[in-house]
């Protein structure tokens, strides 16, 4: 049974950062390129930022070009997502998101194999 678990999530100051984690448990961790996604209530689910396999391929939303860095550790089968100079707008549910086989790009929603439940983020200004 697989599992995907976010953790890091919180409330912080506009300015401030955050490190997201999601652990999987009951995959080949290194098979799935990995994505994370967030989601404000209304709106459409949006890809933040996606690392390929070995990581060695990244992409960003602009929104967040030199603000985030994506990473992973594929010995302990965790994504990461360091968030610097958080901005209010950056208030949302992250999730991430597994697909086997996928490169270092976003790729939609529907290709996505597991995704994790979730994890608060709340930037205050």
């Known amino acids: 049974q697989v599992q995907m678990v976010e953790s890091g999530g919180g409330l912080v100051q506009a300015g401030g950062s955050l490190r997201l984690s999601c652990t999987a448990s009951?995959?080949?961790?290194?098979?799935?390129?990995m994505a994370w996604f967030r989601q404000v209530p209304g709106k459409e689910r949006e890809g933040v930022s996606c690392?390929?396999?070995?990581?060695?391929?990244?992409n960003y939303t602009d929104s967040v070009k030199g603000r985030f860095t994506i990473s992973r550790d594929n010995a302990k089968s965790t994504l990461y997502l360091q968030m610097n100079s958080l901005k209010p707008e950056d208030t949302a549910m992250y999730y991430c998101?597994?697909?086997?086989?996928?490169?270092?790009?976003?790729?939609?929603?529907?290709?996505?194999?597991?995704w994790g439940q979730g994890t608060q983020v709340t930037v205050s200004s």
């Open positions: 998101a597994a697909r086997k086989y996928g490169g270092g790009w976003f790729s939609p929603e529907d290709e996505y194999d597991y």
């Open positions: 009951g995959l080949t961790f290194d098979d799935y390129a």
């Open positions: 690392i390929s396999w070995a990581g060695g391929v990244t």
